[in-house]
């Protein structure tokens, strides 16, 4: 269909103020813990604190008579007892075996949240522990400890891509080069923690209000769960605090579901910030090694890598993350000979599943970096080496099919390569400002996609009710779409506005109910402007075409739109087409190094981006900076400590995020506007690719600055320092 | 929380009265700042806790002769904003500069820390390194006086006995001849926990070190000194040659471990440099850079920390406040609970939100009679008697600015005419997404606005550096504080 040029004042672009931010600054605004009343019982899990074992007995009598302790739920309380969103390998509660310290055994119910958690403390567990595996290398040997012991082996999946002749292409090339880098786990820290309530309606219908990022996906899950019809289980978002993807599994959504269906009562629960952190899922770690070849024209010619990351001990997304991080092991650039091997395997860590970026920036931290060694090998400019490589339009991706059209990896890194230059003096001399402090600066592309990838079913549905009678006076929007903070609601109100030719105060947005909207899909992927502003868009035309065409008070339409379909990749070479739309991003940062501490602090930020069509470009700045910051944090700082499948770091004084002082306050977004072709007004996704970019362009700064290469994030000052001190030859 | 009794004397006698009774059976709490998350993880617990903030003549900082004298109840902004300290005692005044945030230095008392007694705590290093004393006193055994160097018996062990009160800090002021400086390496620029820390003093003759103290902060399980490198100063001057080989020296007077902020090996890789480099900085005389000239405490006005208690509102039990201007009676209970519990549960005002449980997020900052404090980590029984502002406060704690026609914040609905000018800063310069920090972050920004009414930038990232956002990488934030201050 033709998208219509706006007529001006335009909506789309406009920094229209958030309507959720004067409940927020009020205080006003109810968050899932906020929702907590008195005559509530509260929930409290009991976990597993152990990585592998075996569940020989519970007895919750100890439990059961404690003051105020309703009732104790194990495993014979859940009726199907697994879940997952791709794959359901995770019960609700374990009732043979935990995997992983977060396990859950048990579920107290209890009048006051002091007796649950007394409860939880008293029921008693009787283990035979069982021989872990926590490391995803060992994991793969074949007599490693089986993590699904009905499983033939710990791969959870192996992605292979194949492509041209990479032999030849290596004996060919001018230079070759190696590369190991590593990744650990990342932490989402929503600041708002998992909270909820649950309660029975009088018409039998089962309501979870809580937080998470698709309203119909976790729906679907408690309704397989309870054994219910999908209709008799109604999901209802309250203010989310932050998601990340870190909310895409269920962590407490199906506990209130259970609790409040078994036990007939409204329930509350509200994990602590150690609770969340040893509980719901992480970032994978990976470890990529590759081979790199490119000739002394400046053509990368090869590639060989292999991407193992460590899934933990349930599917989540794992298979998802894992192609993706496959797919981007060669960076936007176009190889014609490569071979790339991902694995994802089962240990008894912590579930690794979605999170911002979903596997783009560990593979692409080793694909950067790599390119711009080779620049360094070949005596090139790593901006150059980049420019002669970038995906343009016709590319072939690793998957042997053009890259989507809207290609703009290239002007990209053109405006971030200008933007150095100007404002980081990129390719100059640099003063450092004492001996040991030293600066430096580092470029770096990234690309992530927008939307379901591989064959997974895509499609976003909106209903737009109009009403009016001279005039159009009122616009309803039903769109099953969470705001996790990052702003769709008000995007796809602006969309809905502009549509149809109102002021933005005539559409009222219905957005959190799975049983007033209808499924918009998840707020994931960088997806919802792009898949839900297009259904939205289209809901807003046919139904305005209706209203015109009646001359009726009321009109409606629902579209459920799909892109242009994506396949699954083939079993031996990979081939198809993983992907319907790319965001590219490039980004320059000036860092200085402390030589005496290791300690690494980021000056200044360029971050380019191809936003197809900024719909509120302050929302959309306001994304790119956020994600900075999550970038910088995972570069640098947060490091998530695991030994023998115990969290070391279950605090937000142990696992350390950055402050507004760890933030530079020169930053630049940069936002280009080159349409995508499906997009609403042209729009793509832009949440995540600021994380993909980051990491690599910090270690070049750190390179310039020094000399050293780090390849393991996050960068700290002891890996900094001890890089420096193995490059000076100093004794350890 | 896990404590039953909340005593809270009002005066040193009633105080060592009740230890002395509870003596071995009990913990004091001041700012709390340390006393919560201990508690909450079942570390030293106790039935009974006894609260000291209202015995007000602990409340001090003041010059003895050649001295500076702390009170109990000094907190890590008395000392930061006390001219005498910055002049005289620098080392300490940098080590409290570094701790935390302006809302845990605002509560923070020096004693506490040093009774805590964590190799990690900053303060300790430079007292050790400027050999201060200790008053311990206790009803049983009186007075007595306990140099600080012999105060620590092993880790977190100390020579205080049960029923004694660490009653003041004496700190010898450095002489004319005398330089000090702290340096702490954290793993983050601000709430981060050392990973080490040095403080020094030298004693000059003119560029030749007659003397050098240089006491150093998680290397070993206590505070310890470094008496090679020491040793090795004394009649040398400090030449890049000295500093460099006393920083290796330095090195074999520690016994460092691994933990999660960073192994032994770092440690005295480390170690060793920044001893070299703080005594750089003292050989050329650099050793007050960076200090700021006057620092942000988020407190209404410096040295008026605890709200002091009316005779008539003693508490005996029931907590009496006020609450954004009305008064609240809380119920039973309430007393063996965190303020922010207090706040969400028994005053039903959500607006504060729980995020870390231990100070480090922000999210449930409040005003407690002027300062703005972590209110996860305030016994709510603190609040009796006193003033406390939460975010749904804000708007009429300020001098109720009416929104102008026109601003893109009008006919966001009802409510948004009365806002404070940082709320409104805040919904235009969209520095709200998820929003869960954001009461948090407005009550530490309005804090600002009120003791700088026109913040520098380097001002609103200190005086908002204990409050945590994960969505917007604080530079809406920043703009919107500035926005408002320049509108103030």
Known sequence: ?732 | MPWQTFLRPASLDELLDLLDQHAGHTRLVAGGTDVLVELSRGILPTATLIDVTAVRDLKYVREDGDALALGALATHNDVIASPACVARVLPLAQACWEVGAPQIRTRATVAGNLVTASPANDTITPLVALDATLVLTGKAGGERIVPLRDFYHGVRKTALRPGELLREVRVPALRPNQRGLFLKLGLRRAQAISVINVAFVVTLDGETVVDASIALGCVAPTIVRAPSAEAYLAGRRLDAEACAEAGRLATQDVTPIDDVRGSARYRLAALSGLVAEGLRRLASGRERDGFPAAPILLEALPLTPFRPQQPESRFSGIIATTINGRPYELPPGAESKSLLDALRKDARLTGPKEGCAEGECGACTVWLGGQAVMSCLVPAAQAHGAQVTTIEGLASASPSPRMEKGSPTEGLGSGGENLHPLQRAFIEHGAVQCGFCIPGMLMAGAKLLDERPHPSLDEIQTALSGNLCRCTGYRKIIDAVLAAGGDA
């Open chain 1, 1 to 732: 269909m033709t998208i219509p040029v706006p007529t001006p004042p335009s909506l789309i672009g406009t920094s229209v103020p958030r309507p959720d931010a004067l409940a927020k600054v009020t205080g006003e605004a109810a968050y899932p813990a906020d929702l907590i009343r008195p005559g509530m019982l509260h929930l409290c899990v009991v976990f597993a604190g152990r990585p592998h074992a075996r569940i020989l007995r519970i007895n919750s009598e100890a439990a059961l008579a404690h003051p105020g302790v309703v009732a104790v739920l194990t495993a014979a309380d859940v009726p199907y007892n697994a879940y997952g969103l791709v794959e359901p390998d995770q019960p609700a509660l374990c009732g043979d075996l935990v995997r992983f310290t977060g396990d859950k055994v048990a579920l107290v119910a209890a009048e006051t949240k002091e007796a649950a958690e007394a409860g939880a403390a008293l029921v008693a567990v009787e283990y035979d522990d069982l021989p872990a595996v926590t490391d995803p290398r060992a994991a793969l040997a074949t007599d490693a400890p089986l993590v699904h012991a009905e499983r033939e082996s710990n791969v959870l999946l192996h992605v292979p891509l194949r492509k041209g002749d990479p032999d030849a292409a290596f004996a060919a090339a001018d230079v070759v080069l190696d590369g190991e880098f590593h990744t650990t786990w990342q932490e989402h820290a929503f600041l708002q923690p998992e909270a909820g309530v649950a309660w029975v309606e009088p018409d039998g219908r089962l309501v979870v209000r809580t937080a998470g990022q698709w309203l119909h996906e976790d729906r679907r899950q408690i309704a397989e769960m309870l054994q219910l019809p999908p209709e008799q289980v109604v999901v209802q978002y309250a203010a989310i605090g932050g998601a990340f993807g870190g909310r895409e599994d269920l962590s407490i959504q199906h506990l209130l579901a259970l609790a409040a269906w078994k036990l007939r009562r409204p329930v509350a629960l509200q994990w602590s910030r150690e609770e969340s952190m040893i509980a719901h899922h992480k970032r994978h770690p990976m470890t990529i090694r590759c081979t790199w070849g490119a000739t002394r024209e400046g053509r990368i010619t090869a590639v060989r890598a292999e991407v193992l990351a460590d899934g933990g001990a349930y599917a989540s997304t794992s298979v998802e993350v894992l192609k993706c991080a496959t797919l981007f092991a060669t960076g936007c650039y176009e190889i014609p000979n490569l071979s790339v091997d991902g694995y994802v395997v089962y240990t008894n860590n912590l579930p690794a599943g979605a999170f911002r970026g979903f596997g783009a920036p560990q593979a692409q931290f080793a694909a950067e970096s790599m390119v711009t060694r080779l620049a360094h090998a070949l005596g090139m400019d790593p901006a150059e080496l980049r420019r002669r490589n970038i995906y343009r339009e016709g590319s072939l991706e690793p998957t042997q099919n053009p890259v989507p059209a809207g290609v703009s990896a290239l002007p990209v890194l053109e405006r971030c390569l200008d933007e150095a230059r100007a404002r980081l003096g990129y390719g100059q001399p640099r003063a450092h400002p004492a001996p040991h402090l030293r600066r430096g600066v580092g470029l770096a592309c990234g690309i992530k996609n927008v939307g379901y990838s591989f064959g997974f079913p895509e499609q976003s549905t909106a209903t737009v009710e109009l009403f009016g009678t001279a005039e159009l006076e009122h616009a309803r929007v039903r769109i099953g779409a969470a705001d996790v903070g990052q702003g769709a609601h008000l995007a796809l109100r602006q969309i809905a506005a502009e549509a149809l030719g109102i002021p933005l105060e005539r559409v009222e947005m219905v957005t959190d109910d799975s049983a007033e909207a209808p499924n918009a899909g998840s707020a994931s992927a960088s997806r919802m402007t792009l898949m839900g502003g297009r259904a939205v868009h289209d809901a807003a035309l046919a139904a305005r075409a209706k209203w015109s065409a009646a001359e009726e008070y009321a009109a409606e339409a629902t579209i459920q739109f799909r892109p242009t379909p994506t396949t699954a990749l083939d079993p031996v070479t990979g081939a198809g087409r993983p992907n319907y739309c790319y965001g590219y991003a490039a980004q320059a940062v000036e860092v200085e190094v402390n030589t005496l501490t290791g300690q690494v602090q980021v000056l200044k930020i360029v971050s380019v981006h191809d936003v197809g069509r900024a719909i509120n470009r302050q929302q959309v700045e306001g994304q790119i900076e956020g994600c900075l910051a999550q970038a910088l944090g995972y570069a640098l700082l947060e490091d998530f400590q695991v030994r023998d499948g115990r969290v070391l770091t279950p605090y937000l004084s142990t696992y350390l995020l950055p402050t507004i002082l760890d933030m530079p306050p020169e930053v630049y977004p940069i936002i280009l506007e080159l349409a995508d072709p499906e997009g609403p007004y042209g729009a793509r996704g832009v949440a995540e690719m600021a994380l993909v970019p980051f990491a690599p362009a910090v270690a070049a700064a750190i390179h310039d600055a020094t000399g050293v290469w780090l390849s393991q994030q996050p960068m700290t000052p002891e890996r900094v320092l001890f890089a420096l001190q193995s490059q000076r030859g100093d004794s350890p």
